[in-house]
């Protein structure tokens, strides 16, 4: 506790009841969101809320960002679900002790750092989706089931008292900063609430009508699950599922959360950290998690900043569980409801609507299609494919930007004046700039204006170099770097040397015992 306190901005008494304050309301929310998850992955509620605590607590001691919130989330239950149904709960423990471990991997490998090729598109594209999914998840609260179990819509008495219940804590939330900042707003607005349903014996959902919360402390617990080669080749798909998945949703979080924090994280660290924490969740029976958007907006809002508060929640939390689950069961869901429409409204990148008019179209399409399918699929594939289709039209708008210039000089040969970058999207262009066949006997390329970037730019340097051959021309090459004058192997000696040679590395290695092109750097 003490090392906890020395890395608060300060020690005041004032900054700790913040970030305690702050825990409690994360927890609240935490519960239904857990047994929710618990449902859809088709596990008791226990095994979420054992999640819950535990990702959620060891992520908050070894994580990337403090302020950040871990738990079970819907991302990976909802892949969850088809192994659980098909081989049960244990093969489930197993494959989160495995999505763990190649978690750790990707920590030790250094994998984190490649959240930076993430565009700020997909970034948009993923807080929308969220956002909306969030929205989405929170409508099932709106529904009872009926006597064959089928859910419908409550009546319009039941929806009505509902719904002022949730605009009440909605506005609660929205007001309490003007008072006062000495409390989360969000925590005021679930205690009004709940005092004023509970005093009055209201009759709406409550907590407790999902499913009881009352357990005890987690247990450790081995697999029943036999190691051998079948059983693998069952869980290990699920694992690389659940760690990418998980890993994608924390990493994006991590920079979220930095973002409006102004904190700078470990990407690496966060990898590592949540690998701890599904390992051990797998042993003590949870189902494991990642970082939640909701709960982190959550507490970041309440004034969450430090390791503290994402302890303070999964403590209080474990209590709930433990010993306060006959008083969390009385919540009713339209206090929690409201504050997850709270967490809506603020999450919702609304500037994205207002600026689809001033950036470039294949922008607008890249957020839309990673907001879409991060709806109706799944946030891994829509990141990856918000990725690809940003990566592609970065290739292309280069690939168009290759152009060249002839000019004769005071000897009475062709110049060709390259400009742009030379890769495997612009060569096609690049070799319709000659004409091989009516040029002088000394023809120049200068690169003095582009760059060489990759193998397939070497090779059509090569090649164009074999047809100049052939018509008994010479063929000069200026102002590439030193590393293309190594790399090229027929046409090596065709380049000038000159004291304005740019200096750059080429995106392959040449094998000079082979004379071959291997890996990139």
């Given at each position: 506790m003490q090392q906890i306190l020395k890395n608060l901005p300060s020690s005041s008494f004032f900054l700790f009841k913040t970030e305690v304050l702050a825990g409690l309301t994360v927890?609240?929310?935490l519960v239904p969101e857990a047994v929710s998850f618990s449902f859809v992955a088709g596990v008791h509620p226990l095994v979420g809320l054992y999640a819950a605590f535990i990702v959620g607590i060891?992520?908050?001691?070894?994580?990337?960002?403090?302020?950040?919130i871990s738990g079970a989330t819907g991302a990976l239950a909802v892949v969850m679900v088809s192994l659980v149904s098909e081989h049960g709960v244990e093969y489930l423990f197993a494959t989160v002790i495995l999505m763990g471990a190649l978690q750790i991997t990707a920590g030790f490998l250094k994998l984190g750092k490649f959240i930076r090729l993430v565009p700020y598109p997909v970034m948009l594209g993923f807080v929308n989706g969220l956002?909306?999914?969030?929205?989405?998840?929170?409508?099932?609260?709106?529904?009872?089931?009926?006597?064959d179990g089928i859910r419908q819509w409550m009546d319009n008495r039941a929806l009505v008292i509902m719904l002022v219940l949730v605009f009440s804590t909605m506005g609660l939330i929205w007001i309490t900063p003007k008072i006062t900042t000495s409390i989360p707003?969000?925590?005021v607005g679930i205690f009004i609430v709940a005092a004023f349903v509970i005093l009055f014996n209201i009759d709406v959902p409550r907590v407790g009508d999902l499913a009881s919360i009352k357990g005890g402390?987690?247990?450790?617990?081995?697999?029943m699950v036999d190691l051998t080669f079948h059983n693998l080749s069952i869980i290990l798909p699920y694992a690389l599922i659940l760690a990418t998945i998980g890993l994608i949703e924390s990493l994006l979080t991590l920079n979220l959360v930095g973002d409006m924090t102004g904190n700078v994280g470990g990407a690496s660290k966060e990898c590592y950290a949540q690998g701890v924490a599904n390992t051990v969740t797998g042993f003590f029976g949870g189902m494991g998690g990642c970082a939640m958007i909701g709960q982190s907006m959550i507490n970041v809002k309440s004034g969450?900043?430090?390791?503290?508060?994402?302890?303070?929640?999964s403590l209080f939390l474990l209590l709930f569980i433990v010993v306060g689950s006959?008083?969390?069961e009385l919540i009713p869901l339209a206090a929690l409801v409201g504050v997850m429409f709270m967490v809506v409204i603020g999450t919702f990148a609304w500037e994205s609507i207002t600026i689809i008019r001033r950036i470039p179209r294949t922008d607008v399409i890249v957020m839309l299609i990673v907001t879409i399918i991060t709806v109706m699929h799944d946030l891994a594939i829509a990141v990856i494919c918000g990725v690809i289709v940003s990566a592609l039209t970065y290739a292309w708008n280069n690939a168009i930007r290759i152009r060249g210039s002839v000019e004769v000089n005071e000897d009475g040969n062709n110049v060709y004046y390259i400009e742009g970058p030379l890769f495997f999207g612009s060569i096609q262009d690049f070799s319709d700039?000659?004409?091989?066949?009516d040029d002088t006997e000394v023809v120049i390329i200068d690169f003095i204006n582009s760059r060489v970037v990759d193998q397939s730019a070497l090779q059509a340097i090569e090649d164009l170099a074999k047809k100049y051959k052939k018509r008994k021309k010479t063929l000069q090459l200026r102002h590439l770097s030193s590393d293309c004058h190594k790399l090229l192997r027929k046409a090596g000696q065709l380049v000038v040397n000159s004291d304005d040679d740019p200096h750059y590395g080429i995106a392959v290695n040449y094998n000079v015992k082979t004379g071959a092109f291997g890996k990139g750097h």
């Open positions: 927890a609240l929310a060891i992520t908050a001691l070894i994580g990337g960002r403090p302020g950040m956002a909306i999914v969030i929205f989405l998840s929170q409508l099932s609260q709106f529904q009872i089931e009926d006597a707003a969000p925590l402390l987690p247990s450790f617990h081995i697999p969450g900043r430090t390791r503290l508060s994402g302890i303070s929640a006959s008083l969390i700039v000659f004409n091989i066949k």
